[in-house]
């Protein structure tokens, strides 16, 4: 368990906070493409308010939501002449903050040029618009494979999540929550087969077989490479390679099996809310039109899950007997909704009693820590990009494939190393 001092420590990102600090050392996704049409639209970031608009070329632009003159709200007000005019008394911001006119004033403004309004870099990618929010020059953008992956192989979405981010992602590089939680009883009829490399079996019904998978952890540069091992049969282990990235982003086998990977990357709205932006991606084909459907019967338009704490998820305890383990249909990323906010707003960790299969948990936590104190003593945070040489990753690897019980997973990982 931890103390109340580091669980806090960890999970508080406002301004002025350390972990604040180390996560805007880093891009951070802020809002989907398809979000951004020619209105402003509000977003909150790290517990800043912050509005995003698009420039009379496209370009994506990010500035405090509070007016600087006496504080409206420009999330109303009116994209023109380059810039974003507040509907109070006209003020024109530019993407870099720079007041560019000041209407109600003789001349434009005599002090405009003095005026500095809060503004962050944004760059566009995978369906995602990104947003630099730390000091000095941002860095490069990480050049995972699956934010340059084609559009038609690349499938993003965001979800609203009521509690902190940090007990998000820790649900996703804790392999054995999978052998219950997501757990399928009776997949008749059902197409939830997702391709393990060696097998003709469902990768839910693998989960299954063995409920206590032999687990080791390596830290690596980026964060952490997560192995669990399965024992399907006397000669046969069924290997899941995942991945923690700083500072708050997992890629895991997902709903592309052995040919991609899945990313849950949890971006803080404030210490108690986030949103989980979740990309599926396959290296090998184009994700069908059925693929891209699958989300629908189980989100709003506005990201919200139909399965919420208000009406208990829904959960069906008829259901529970024979179809589903946890009753709570069938979308996994429902599932995690409960486990996470189910542990409060902020998870208090000073009550846990961890056992050998959180390690995982336990040396996500040591890094994070360790990378906080880093940006604290002033120095660069780990996984930070800040040249060309540096932005290649053939070492983040995801792997969901059967091997031989007496191989090495470690040979596997290095195979697939070049095809990341």
Not at 46 to 60: A, H, I, K, Q, Y
Not at 395 to 416: G, N
Request: with cysteine; charged share 25%.
């Amino acid at each position: 368990m931890l103390s109340e001092e580091q669980n806090r420590l960890l999970v508080e990102t406002g301004t002025g906070t350390p972990c604040g600090a180390l996560l805007r050392s880093y891009w951070q996704p802020a809002a989907l493409s398809e979000e951004l049409g020619v209105d402003p639209l509000p977003v909150t970031l790290l517990g800043e308010e912050l509005v995003m608009f698009r420039r009379s070329g496209g370009e994506p632009a990010l500035i405090g939501r509070h007016c600087s003159h006496r504080g409206a709200d420009l999330s109303y007000g009116r994209v023109e002449d380059g810039g974003l005019r507040c509907m109070y008394h006209g003020w024109l911001y530019d993407g870099r903050g720079s007041c560019l006119d000041q209407p109600g004033e003789r001349g434009g403004g005599e002090y405009r040029d003095g005026v500095r309004h809060p503004a962050y870099p944004c760059v566009e990618r995978a369906g995602v618009v990104f947003a630099y929010l730390g000091p000095g020059q941002p860095p490069f953008l990480p050049d995972y494979g699956f934010l340059s992956a084609p559009g038609e192989h690349l499938w993003v979405r965001k979800y609203y999540h009521e509690c902190n981010y940090l007990q998000a992602n820790e649900g996703n590089i804790d392999p054995v929550h999978l052998s219950f939680l997501h757990r399928v009883l009776d997949d008749t009829g059902l197409d939830r087969a997702k391709p393990v490399r060696g097998t003709d079996a469902a990768v839910d019904n693998l989960y299954g077989v063995d409920l206590a998978p032999a687990l080791e952890v390596e830290v690596a540069d980026f964060g952490l490479r997560i192995c669990s091992l399965r024992r399907i049969s006397a000669d046969r282990h069924y290997l899941r390679v995942s991945n923690f990235i700083y500072p708050n982003l997992s890629a895991f086998p997902g709903e592309t099996g052995a040919d991609g990977y899945s990313v849950h990357w949890h971006v803080p709205i404030d210490d108690t809310r986030h949103w989980k932006f979740a990309f599926a991606y396959n290296r090998e084909k184009a994700l069908s039109a059925e693929f891209r459907r699958r989300d629908q019967s189980a989100v709003t338009a506005d990201h919200r899950f139909l399965r919420n704490r208000s009406n208990r998820y829904l959960q069906d305890r008829e259901a529970m007997k024979t179809k589903t383990y946890s009753g709570l249909g069938l979308h996994f990323q429902s599932h995690d909704a409960y486990a996470t906010e189910s542990q409060g707003f902020v998870q208090d960790r000073t009550r846990e009693h961890l056992v050998s299969s959180d390690k995982a948990i336990v040396a996500a936590r040591k890094l994070l820590e360790s990378a906080i104190r880093q940006v604290q003593a002033g120095r660069e945070a780990p996984h930070v990009v800040r040249s060309p040489s540096q932005n290649k990753f053939p070492h983040l690897v995801v792997l969901s494939e059967m091997i031989p019980a007496a191989a090495d997973w470690h040979d596997a990982a290095r195979k697939a190393a070049g095809g990341q």
